[in-house]
């Protein structure tokens, strides 16, 4: 069985994974990046720079919560100096099944490996407030029975994923809870 470093050695770029991304998801997260900025004072960067550790991304560029996501985490990754690398959650679901979410492969999840390529914590894949909001919007659809609830269901991801884009309030949330998930561990 591979080590999380194991696969972290043979993971991708951040920056590459986002480049190769063939979704239509790419133009969201790229407008991500480029409008979301990181306080270089903040006194997550400090730390991370202190400790150094190194980020797993496990992910898939269909996933509008790794549209979202990821670029924030690149953010983090780069102000810090930091190596954040990412392995495709469908090649090799041995990593993922580690890292279950109520029993299912729900991604992205970070994983952040001290020098030893150990596991310390782990975030993802949904800050908290945005959890709220999806269960709340998928309570409004219609059973899974319903002969209109698959396109119902693909309206309302086309509308997260837009509003993921354009409501900066929804970086801020990914930003803040990252954040506080990191200090803890971290300190």
Known sequence: MKTEQQYFEQGISMAEYMEQMKTNLKEGSFE????????????????????????????????????????????????????IRCVFRDEDTDLIDRYLTNGGRAIP??????????VIGKWGPRAPELQQLVVEERAKLPAKDDPTFEEKQKELYTTLQEKFVKDPQCAKWVYEDMKKVIMEMLS
Do not use: S, V
């Open 32 to 83: 991500i990046y480029h409008n979301f900025k990181i306080d270089e004072n903040d006194e997550l960067i400090p730390l991370l720079k202190e400790k150094k550790p190194h980020i797993l991304t496990i992910t898939e560029d269909w996933c509008g919560d790794a549209m979202l996501n990821n670029p924030i985490m690149r953010k983090i990754a780069e102000a810090a100096g930091l190596d």
């Open 109 to 118: 999840i970070y994983l952040f490996l001290n020098e030893e390529g150990q």
